[in-house]
């Protein structure tokens, strides 16, 4: 696929037009996260997480007191579950004590009849953890993705409708809440903490695997900081992977280490055979705690953006700018297309391209910086700058490095907010 100046652009569209009854059509393929059809920024079709109605402001659930631990529980365990194995009663203490704390979530969704009507249907269903006594539930975001109706079904066989307060659908986590009746006790989940896991420790998983309400199962650790890439611009990043058994229904369900604490949240099977493969991940429960305030007093996660338009280095670009005898500097980075006055980018000293080209039905410019770190990480792709930001909150001051021509520079750029970045473009 050619690229064209504007210049080459004029001329044969002129040449086109003097052919009659002849249309010539151009058409390419688009890699991957590469530049929109009809925009110049790739990460100019909105934000990478949805807007929900922020949910009126609330206290950030409480950390729970520490559960007993050290020599004195493994007596309690010895004394209370005489002639089982210490791990057996491990097992059998983490369960007892918490799988009251793990909800059933099943929700409704609505579509279109024939006639146009609105039909409801049976939704999904997963898992969750009760995180606070005032009714908060952490779970997946794609649980509760496209419900209209949520309800939440507890241990005793009550069950409450809930309602959405916050999703991050970057980090696929959500937090929904009920309203349980005045001194009903609820069980709570403890924070725990997944800087601190090791490849080969105990973990286990409380969900509701195809409907099978609060079931208990055992892994280990199988890896850590797994990077998995959900669509073309969203990378989980720090994923705990486990071969504790992760089915359907067991999605937003907790996975805790033998004290009973919440280490991450069930999220993912890797499946080609769509079965239960041995190979499981979770969000690591550090995030969880990073965004779950964020959620509940925002509805959203409010995180920092360098606002450029932006467009994925891709070979036929390599190819056309090497043409010009202007080659690239590198072969993977984001080059920038439009850097507009008085924003963040150009203050950070970020320059856009001067001569716009087309590639397919999309037009850009080229000639800009190309940038290829931002925060300590390698940008590659636009599924790269959302990652590197993802954990930044505007006003933070991340440093950069882009390309001149054939310089490397070095900077910093102070963040805007992402979602009034990408709303006004």
């Known amino acids: ?82 002639g089982f194995s210490q791990d057996e009663r491990e097992n059998i203490d983490v369960y007892e004590r918490l799988n009251a704390g793990v909800v059933n979530i099943s929700t409704e969704t609505v579509s279109l009849n024939w006639f146009m009507e609105p039909v409801p249907h049976q939704g999904g269903t997963g898992s969750g953890s009760i995180i606070d006594r005032a009714g908060y539930v952490l779970t997946n975001y794609h649980v509760i993705k496209d419900a ?38 609820l069980t709570v989940i403890p924070y725990g903490e997944s800087s601190v896991l090791r490849v080969g420790q105990k973990v286990l998983a409380i969900g509701n695997p195809f409907g099978l309400e609060r079931t208990l199962t055992r892994g280990i650790v199988s890896g850590l900081g797994r990077p998995v890439q959900t669509d073309s611009r969203t990378v989980i990043r720090e994923m705990i992977q486990t071969d504790a058994s992760i089915n359907p229904g067991n999605s937003g369900g907790p996975l805790l280490n033998s004290r009973g604490e919440l280490i991450g949240v069930n999220t993912m099977i890797y499946s080609p055979s769509g079965g239960s493969v041995g190979v499981g991940f979770a969000v690591p429960v550090d995030t969880a705690k990073r965004v779950v305030p964020d959620l509940i007093k ?14 994925q280095i891709f070979p036929d670009l390599v190819d056309f700018m090497r043409e010009r005898g202007t080659p690239l500097p590198v072969a993977k980075g984001l080059l920038v297309s439009n850097v507009r006055k008085g924003t963040n980018a150009d203050r950070a000293g970020l320059r856009g391209g001067s001569t716009a080209v087309r590639y397919s039905r999309s037009v850009f410019n080229v000639g800009g910086d190309v940038l290829v770190s931002v925060d300590g990480t390698e940008i590659g792709s636009i599924a790269d700058l959302y990652s590197a930001l993802e954990d930044n909150k505007p006003g933070d001051v991340v440093p950069i490095r882009y390309y001149r021509g054939s310089t490397l520079m070095r900077g910093t750029a102070t963040l805007s907010d992402r979602s009034d970045s990408l709303a006004n473009r």
Request: negative net charge; glycine residues 12%; charged residues 15%.
């Open 1 to 82: 696929m050619r690229l064209y100046t504007r210049a080459q652009v004029i001329v044969i569209a002129l040449a086109t037009l003097a052919v009659a009854g002849l249309v010539g059509v151009g058409s390419g393929l688009i890699p991957t996260g590469g530049p929109a059809a009809s925009s110049a920024s790739a990460a100019g079709e909105g934000p990478g997480s949805p807007l929900v109605d922020a949910a009126p402001a609330a206290v950030s659930p409480a950390a729970e007191p520490a559960v007993v631990s050290g020599s004195a529980r493994l007596l309690q365990l010895a004394d209370s579950l005489p």
């Open 148 to 185: 209209v109706k949520i309800f939440v079904s507890l241990a005793d066989g009550s069950r409450f409708e809930g309602k959405v307060v916050g999703s991050d659908q970057e980090n696929d986590l959500a937090v929904i809440k009920f309203d349980p009746p005045p001194g009903m006790p």
């Open 298 to 311: 925002f509805g959203m996660v409010r995180r920092g953006w360098i606002d450029a338009e932006y467009v």
